[in-house]
């Protein structure tokens, strides 16, 4: 098998599935009971946060553990919309960024927020000015994503914060699920008020995550109930989660400053020899991020490339994996300026460490044979 959706999800490491059983089997008391196994559980939750913090370098009461991308994002958009409504309803984001946000971002329209929706260039990058010309009065909010989770292309989070803190009136939000382990930003500092992490993308686990929330950023929660979280996320927490979300970040940053240029180098050697395959017109721009290739071949429907892969191992996508189902053409290509054919034609390349040279020749191979067979049934 040659897994080359890792955008999508990871492969969970096998030392994180060994924490989250551990803590499971010995930590299952909840964090909130007064007896004492209750408080070895909230002394290692509270442990699992300082480890976090010292990882992401930011303060412990900036962690909040969270079920992953989606929810961190709605919790980090609606939060900051609901609460600070009174001081205006405009909200700015871009045309490119992920459902979770987009689709958040679309829900408050429906209740009276004010939406404003910044263009991207040919390379799927927003323009610092265009965020800065669109600040008003009542805007109580930036949200930009880090890396496209579709094109890899990698948005000036750095710039965009510095005009953020122009502004203290307002709110920055970062979506870094797809930059996390890969490219690195520093939090602390940076103008970024709240920044949304997932464990599934950096080989951690399904339904963990991390919203960091800056000192004295006030959300209204999305949740109620037992005031966990300092009130921000009621519910009982996912000690075992959390765990094994700090142990996957752990082990991704270690990779990351080791590795990092292999997958650089892997990531150009896919772009070269993609560029001479006749038919196929690569979409990522040159500077991206090392683990994400979108290109398009006009005139197949992304979905047969997809199974004719897939039937020899090799796994691929089209789209963001939340709306792969929906075989219209991309939101995201479509953003960039390409034309119809190129929309709905893109298909999705992304690595991880664990890819290899081997298997991107492999797939390369498999990719030409499969060009080959569609053509001649075609003709």
């Known amino acids: 098998m040659i897994y080359l959706d890792n955008s999508a999800t990871t492969k969970p490491n096998p030392e994180v599935l060994k924490s989250f059983q551990q803590v499971s089997q010995s930590f299952f008391a909840n964090p909130s009971s007064i007896h ?5 559980t909230e002394k290692l939750l509270i442990k699992s946060k300082q480890q976090a913090a010292d990882l992401l370098q930011v ?3 900036e962690i909040v553990f969270t079920s992953g991308g989606t929810e961190g994002n709605n919790l980090a958009i609606k939060g900051i919309a609901f609460e600070h409504q009174g001081r205006g309803k405009h909200i700015i984001t871009s045309e490119i960024e992920h459902p979770s946000v987009y689709e958040a971002c679309k829900s408050l329209e429906s209740l009276g927020f004010d939406i404003t929706y910044l263009p991207v260039n040919h390379n799927g ?10 600040i008003r009065k009542d805007t109580i909010l930036i949200s930009i994503m880090h890396v496209n989770n579709e094109l890899g292309s990698i948005q000036p989070i750095q710039e965009i914060g510095k ?4 502004h203290p009136k307002l709110f920055f939000h970062v979506d870094y699920v797809q930059g996390l382990g890969k490219l690195p930003i520093m939090l602390h500092n940076s103008g970024i008020d709240l920044c949304t992490m997932s464990g599934h993308k950096i080989h951690g686990l399904k339904g963990t995550g991390i919203l960091y929330l800056r000192r004295g950023v006030k959300l209204f929660p999305l949740f109620h109930g037992g005031e966990q979280e300092r009130k921000i996320r009621s519910g009982t927490e996912n000690l075992a989660g959390a765990v094994s979300f700090v142990k996957a970040l752990r082990l991704i940053m270690i990779r990351e400053s080791s590795e990092r240029t292999n997958l650089f180098q892997l990531h150009q050697y896919l772009r070269s020899e993609l560029d001479m395959i006749d038919g196929i017109e690569i979409n990522t721009p040159k500077e991206s991020a090392p683990h994400i290739m979108n290109f398009s071949i006009p005139g197949l429907k992304p979905e047969v490339m997809i199974h004719t892969l ?6 691929i996508s089209t789209k963001s994996a939340c709306s ?7 939101r995201i290509i479509k953003a960039c300026g390409f034309k119809e054919a190129r929309s709905k034609s893109a298909l999705r390349v992304s690595l991880t460490y664990d890819n290899t040279l081997e298997e991107i020749n ?9 060009l080959k067979q569609l053509k001649d049934v075609m003709e």
């Open 163 to 166: 005009v953020a803190k122009k």
């Open 59 to 61: 303060h412990e009461d």
């Open 362 to 370: 492999e797939f390369l191979s498999k990719l030409k044979e499969a």
């Open 36 to 40: 004492q196994l209750g408080g070895e």
């Open 324 to 330: 792969s189902k929906d075989l219209d053409e991309s």
């Open 310 to 315: 897939g039937k020899q191992g090799i796994f």
């Open 125 to 134: 990058v927003v323009s610092v000015e265009d965020v800065e010309r669109a």
